[in-house]
């Protein structure tokens, strides 16, 4: 009955303002396929990509981040900067102004008192909410008029662009989530699967972990759009049968994240119903050197700490002549096509940010060979692998279970065995290695192993926070149960020095400049972190939907509300 | 066989709670944790406080009780609740999952109507293409159609349903165009048109798994058939002069269901347990797919419940078929 309502509610709206904007709803019916299915549209409570792009459709914050990764307004009149006087100089404050007469699908207006509910929402202490890194150094949230958001710092922040900014940091109706703060968040089904919002289409119906139906919001801010009147986001299944859905069989419009092989993807494009969208963000495929000793024979809580260094990949010479052995481009064509590509950077975006180093891309084994023999590791007994003061070289190369990784292992192995290193190859299921538990010798954090690999990336467009876990002190061990994420047990003074500096200054090509340079601190001036594979988004959209545009910066359905219906 | 019923009912309680303890300490103790579903992006603060608030770190028996508690009362109460629209439950902490975020028991209610649907049926379809199948081979033993249901029986045993399911889509699917390739659970049937539409979304996974129910059945109903054919009964109701009709179908039929009867209630638990592959390769919102999801996701309460469920619904059907048995057969008495 309700529903009913709103339906007619948005063909009286569409229809009173039939001459100017006669767009609304016209196009139809689209279909998105989510292989992940979404389990949740409170993006509060669940970190999963699945969980916070499907909300982004309802729920929408102050700003969102466009294709390049430039900030724009959604909600707000604009972007506060430093030239516009929306922060002030000391970098201790953000004024944001709401749109006027912006409404929630229910009707009522939005209000600053909303945002502020939100950060309350978010921060509470037993909430548990998965952003809440999106709110950190905020002292507290004013709300002078019903319009104007003023975001209080403890200390300078030079980049305000996370608390309301993006698909993660959305808006909530404070009326709707009242009743919802702290642990009686899991008691609000109700609200956390059909949240009130202010994008282009609300909720209509969800099934956890299945489907989501939504139709168009009748009180979204331009009245021409969305063209869809109705979408259905279904969930299920794998990579391949997704891409199949939209590609071959066209039963869908768009499909997200359909990672699949570059000999796949060339079958499925010969089918002509669809094309492959890939967009590059920050997430790279790595190797990560062990600085310090995972030998089992050292005493348990002892190794792989600080107190015993690497007994070889201390030296900077064996590190770099691994990463030599390494032909980068050969791993992406196995593994990515055309959604991956080589590259030398831990932060290989946004531009700015990215060095122009290229060193690495080159394969060359006899420039591998000859660093080893410099190191002092040569065959001496003949058995084909180096060994130094009657110990052989042998790595143990761990990963997590997944067929790509498998291969790159595989075929990394070959080259290193060709250097004259003795490789032991381990995978690890993904819920024990990235699960974090003290207990288990097998998380990526205990790294009770020579060399890993895994991908990792960054939130939103400042690589601040990502080049900060490589501290010092974000080292893990038995003294903080192995959480902290300088994985490498990487320690520099300078380093630390250098990352402290970046959080002091706001100028952006002084930002840029230190950020380049930290990246480049790891990678090729150390090479403790090797990076292999910038891996893109591969998703999937049908020939006959318009106006998608891939963005890797923020959630893929940041701009549903411009899709339509090619005819 | 009252008193036979009711013994076995009281058996089952500690039973069943021996189950409980196995699968809540298996599923928990097993390797991998929900912070492995937490992105890498989000910091070990965070991280810290979203476990916390997912109740993990209690100790593993705190959580067990608590969790028997809410399966045995809690849920009960507000299954009444939502029945007769009191409020007994309320306040009362549900299981509730760690992927959603929402009580186990609203999830495994939205999905069971489909996994009745679709697995009941193509259980249903098994049973009566295999019945048929195995009746006929034995009477006719070593003919040409028994060969060919030998072969049939061989093919739904030997190959898995995720390989029949992909072939099926490409033939079906991709070359021919006659079945979509997605399940589409938000159909409602209200009219002719969306029946079609929902028998055409059946078919394939029906296909599948009714192929699969099929092999078995059909080769215990041939067994079955051959054991009773060679019996002294038979020649004895052939000597009376009776047609071949209904020596096959009233003497010796009857007598060969007695085990395929059992065989086929021991089954009925996997309907509600949903089929994994199936369920997941065609997107259908079953109880299978939920836990495989679960499993995927390392959603604790919901694995725990689930497999628990199963196991209720198995003690279950075993007395069933017990009991069956008794009844089918006047040789077997229970008191």
């Known amino acids: ?567 | 066989m009252l008193t036979f019923t009711l013994r076995r009912l009281l058996l089952a309680i500690p039973t069943l709670l021996l189950i409980s303890l196995v699968i809540f300490f298996l599923v928990d103790l097993a390797p991998g944790s929900p912070a492995s579903e937490i992105p890498l992006t989000v910091p070990p603060e965070v991280r810290a406080k979203i476990l916390e608030s997912l109740g993990v770190n209690q100790p593993v028996w705190v959580r067990y009780l608590l969790w028997l508690k809410q399966f045995f009362y809690v849920e009960p109460l507000n299954g009444i609740d939502a029945i007769f629209g009191t409020n007994y439950a309320e306040g009362m902490q549900r299981i509730i999952s760690y992927q959603s975020r929402s009580p186990v028991f609203g999830i495994i209610a939205d999905r069971i109507p489909q996994t009745l649907t679709v697995i009941g049926t193509a259980y249903l379809v098994g049973v009566l293409i295999a019945l048929p199948i195995g009746i006929y081979s034995a009477y006719r033993q070593y003919s040409l159609f028994d060969q060919l249901g030998t072969v049939f029986a061989m093919i739904g045993f030997s190959v898995p349903t995720f390989f029949t399911g992909t072939l099926f889509i490409i033939i079906f699917a991709v070359y021919l165009g006659w079945f979509p390739t997605k399940y589409d659970t938000t159909l409602n049937v209200t009219d002719w048109d969306s029946f079609v539409k929902q028998l055409r979304q059946m078919a394939m996974p029906v296909m599948v798994l009714g192929l699969a129910n099929a092999a078995a059945i059909s080769r215990y109903m041939r067994s079955s058939m051959l054991d009773n054919m060679g019996q002294d009964y038979v020649r004895t109701a052939r000597a009376k002069g009776m047609n071949e009709k209904v020596v096959v179908l009233k003497h010796v039929l009857r007598n060969s269901l007695i085990p395929v009867v059992t065989v086929i209630a021991l089954g009925i638990p996997s309907i509600f347990g949903g089929a994994i592959i199936t369920e997941n390769l065609f997107g259908v919102n079953g109880i299978g797919s939920a836990l495989i999801q679960a499993i995927h996701g390392n959603d604790l309460p919901m694995v725990q419940t689930l497999a628990f469920i199963f196991a209720i619904l198995i003690v279950l059907f075993n007395l069933i078929a017990d009991l069956l048995y008794g009844m089918l057969d006047p040789r077997i008495r229970y008191d």
């Not at chain 1, 944001?96 to 929402?121: I, M, N, Q, R």
């Open chain 1, 1 to 567: 009955m309700k529903l009913r309502t709103a339906l007619l509610g948005a063909i009286c709206v569409a229809g009173s303002a039939t001459v100017a904007l006669a767009d609304r709803g016209a196009d139809g019916h689209v279909n998105v396929l989510y292989w992940q299915a979404p389990s949740t549209l409170n993006p509060y409570l669940s970190s999963g990509t699945k969980d916070v792009e499907t909300a982004s459709l309802v729920l929408e914050g102050l700003a969102g981040f466009d294709e390049k990764g430039v900030v724009f307004p959604r909600l707000a009149v604009d972007v506060p900067t430093v030239e516009n006087g929306g922060v002030t100089p000391d970098l201790m404050q953000i004024t944001w102004k709401l749109k006027p007469g912006l409404l929630w699908s229910d009707g009522t207006p939005v209000t600053s008192a909303d945002a502020k509910f939100t950060y309350e929402y978010c921060t509470h202490p037993e909430g548990g909410c998965a952003q809440a890194a999106r709110y950190e150094g905020i002292a507290s949230i004013e709300t002078p008029d019903a319009e104007t958001i003023v975001i209080k710092y403890t200390a300078p922040k030079p980049n305000p662009y996370t608390a309301f900014v993006g698909g993660t940091s959305p808006i909530l109706q404070a009326a709707q989530f009242a009743n919802c703060l702290g642990a009686a968040a899991s008691t609000c089904t109700d609200q956390n699967f059909k949240p009130i919002g202010t994008g282009p289409f609300m909720v209509k119906d969800f099934k956890v972990n299945d489907t989501v139906e939504m139709v168009a919001n009748p009180n979204y801010r331009d009245p021409a759009k969305p063209a869809f009147a109705t979408m259905t986001i279904k969930g299920g299944g794998d990579a391949t049968a997704a891409a199949r859905a939209v590609m071959e069989t066209g039963e869908f419009d768009y499909a997200w994240n359909t990672q699949i092989n570059p000999e796949q993807q060339e079958q499925m494009k010969a089918a002509g119903k669809g094309v492959l969208l890939n967009g590059f963000g920050t997430l790279v495929e790595r190797i990560e050197m062990n600085m310090t000793d995972p030998s089992p024979d050292l005493a348990e809580g002892e190794r792989s700490t600080t107190k015993h260094p690497h007994p070889f990949l201390s030296d900077i010479r064996v590190r770099k002549a691994l990463s030599m052995a390494i032909d980068r481009q050969t791993l992406v064509d196995i593994g990515y096509g055309s959604a991956g590509r080589a590259t030398c950077n831990l932060v290989p975006a946004p531009e700015m940010f990215a060095s122009k180093n290229t060193d690495c891309i080159a394969q060359d084994m006899e420039g591998a060979k000859a660093l080893m023999a410099e190191a002092g590791w040569t065959d001496t007994d003949g058995d084909g692998f180096l060994d130094k003061d009657g110990k052989k070289m042998h790595i143990l190369y761990q990963t997590s279970t997944n067929p790509v990784r498998q291969d790159f292992q595989a075929v990394i192995k070959d080259w290193w065995t060709e250097l004259g290193v003795d490789v032991e190859l381990k995978n690890i299921d993904a819920s024990v290695f990235f699960g974090g538990d003290a207990g288990s010798p097998d998380t990526f954090q205990k790294f009770y192993a020579d060399v890993e690999m895994y991908a990792n990336n960054f939130d939103g467009t400042d690589p601040e926070p990502y080049l900060a876990q490589y501290l010092c002190n974000k080292i893990p061990g038995p003294e903080n149960q192995w959480q902290g994420e300088n994985i490498n047990r990487f320690c520099d003074p300078a380093y630390d020095a250098l990352v402290e500096e970046l959080s002091k200054t706001s100028d952006m090509a002084k930002r840029s400049e230190i950020a380049i340079k930290l990246n480049e601190m790891l990678t090729k001036d150390s090479y403790v972190v090797v990076p292999l594979v910038d891996r893109g988004r591969l998703s999937a959209a049908s020939n006959t939907l318009g106006g998608v545009v891939l963005n890797t910066w923020d959630t893929e359905l940041w701009n549903a509300q411009d899709w339509f219906r090619m005819k």
